[in-house]
């Protein structure tokens, strides 16, 4: 599963830098970094709920 959220963030950071979403907090291309943030966040949850 954090292999599929891997490759679904990269992908989405990929689409932001070359064209971006618009989306409220989205709207340049410099914005990739939230992205990765939130994949961060993600990562941190599955890594905390996983026994």
């Known amino acids: 599963m954090t ?3 891997s490759a679904l963030f990269i992908l989405l950071m990929a689409i932001q ?3 971006p979403f618009g989306l409220p907090g989205l709207r340049r291309r410099g ?3 939230k992205l990765a943030m939130a994949a ?3 990562f941190g ?3 905390l709920i996983r026994p």
């Open 3 to 5: 292999k599929l959220f």
């Open 17 to 19: 830098v070359i064209r």
């Open 31 to 33: 914005d990739a970094w």
């Open 40 to 42: 961060l966040v993600v």
């Open 45 to 47: 949850i599955t890594t």
